[in-house]
């Protein structure tokens, strides 16, 4: 069987003493190489926890996670997370936070080239001039932006990010969604993000995972993006032929059917190895029908 880079196979996670219910179970998907996929779901459905086990931070009660077809059995530079919080050391200026990931990362380089490669990183999120700058004289913006660089400076095969811009303002958010956006598309990063916020998922991501709400949490369904890469701009958005149909098909999954997702699926027809792939929308761009050219008699 051909794996994706990432492999999520039949993940199942139960805190306590094995008698309370799983957070969630049976949780199976993939995410191909240089693809960006959001996973939405309410509070409390897992989607951290989720997270903490692709970081290789927690343990699954059932299942593995496979990438690159090895399972991962603990943290590595492989797969680099970024929190809500920035998690900088603050004893260190911009330069030196992210040389110092750079030299974990190839420990074997000299000064020269970490400060070289570490530059190049620091230059692509904008911060050019804030090197010699300790974490306590930036904004949550450029703190975030240092933890960003820092992430991709050791060229992981995946970006892990835990809703990353909420604790940010609106429009320090746009900003940075829109360098993120740029910067994965030419790096090829391949990313997994958890976010709450719809249209966030909508500029962002090339497929988005619905979580219902747990104890017992599922993936229903897997919804592609069906706006390219290309045509996403935050500012008009809206004005996307296919804009309306994928957002009110999120909004309507977060409202209703995340909640009674199993009477959704009462009649057995859900597999969670074989998810649905949804592409809301499509159907308004599906060419209309070939008109049938009046014969001429004559
Ligand atoms: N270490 C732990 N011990 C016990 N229960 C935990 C632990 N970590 C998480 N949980 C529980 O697991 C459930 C899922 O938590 P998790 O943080 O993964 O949800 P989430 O979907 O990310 O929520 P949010 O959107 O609010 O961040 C919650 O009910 C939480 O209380």
């Known amino acids: 069987m051909e794996?994706?880079?990432?492999?999520?196979?039949?993940?199942?996670r139960r805190f306590g003493d094995g008698n309370q219910p799983a957070v969630f179970e049976n949780i199976w998907f993939g995410i191909d190489r240089g693809e960006f996929v959001c996973l939405i779901g309410h509070s409390g459905c897992g989607k951290t926890?989720?997270?903490?086990?692709?970081?290789?931070?927690?343990?699954?009660s059932d299942g593995a996670v496979i990438v690159d077809n090895r399972e991962i059995?603990?943290?590595?530079?492989?797969?680099?997370v970024i929190f809500q919080g920035h998690a900088l050391l603050p004893w260190l200026t911009v330069m030196g936070n992210i040389a110092f990931a750079v030299s974990s990362r190839w420990p074997k380089w000299d000064r020269a080239r970490v400060a070289e490669h570490s530059r190049k990183f620091i230059e692509l999120v904008g911060l050019k001039g804030a090197e010699n700058k300790r974490p306590a004289q930036l904004s949550g913006g450029m703190k975030q932006r240092?933890?960003?660089?820092r992430a991709l400076s050791i060229q992981p095969k995946m970006l892990l990010m835990d809703e990353p811009f909420s604790a940010l303002d609106a429009l320090t958010r746009g900003m940075l969604q829109?360098?993120?956006?740029?910067?994965?598309?030419?790096?090829?990063?391949?990313?997994?993000?958890?976010?709450?916020?719809?249209d966030?998922?909508?500029?962002?991501?090339?497929?988005?995972?619905?979580?219902?709400?747990?104890?017992?949490?599922?993936?229903?369904?897997?919804?592609?993006?069906?706006?390219?890469?290309?045509?996403?701009?935050?500012n008009d958005l809206h004005r996307h032929p296919q804009y309306y149909a994928i957002r009110n098909h999120l909004v309507e999954f977060l409202v209703n059917r995340s909640k009674a997702f199993d009477q959704e699926i009462a009649d057995g027809s859900y597999d969670p190895r074989r998810l649905k792939l949804v592409k809301p929308g499509l159907a308004a761009v599906n060419p209309p029908a070939e008109v049938v050219p009046l014969r001429h008699t004559h």
């Open 3 to 12: 794996r994706p880079l990432i492999s999520v196979e039949g993940l199942a």
């Open 146 to 149: 240092v933890g960003i660089a």
């Open 49 to 60: 926890t989720i997270l903490n086990v692709l970081a290789g931070l927690d343990q699954p």
């Open 73 to 80: 059995d603990g943290p590595s530079l492989d797969r680099a």
């Open 178 to 198: 829109d360098e993120v956006l740029r910067i994965c598309a030419d790096t090829r990063q391949t990313v997994f993000m958890i976010t709450h916020d719809v």
């Open 200 to 234: 966030e998922a909508i500029l962002l991501a090339d497929k988005i995972v619905l979580m219902t709400n747990g104890p017992g949490a599922k993936i229903a369904e897997i919804v592609v993006n069906t706006m390219p890469r290309n045509e996403r701009h935050r």
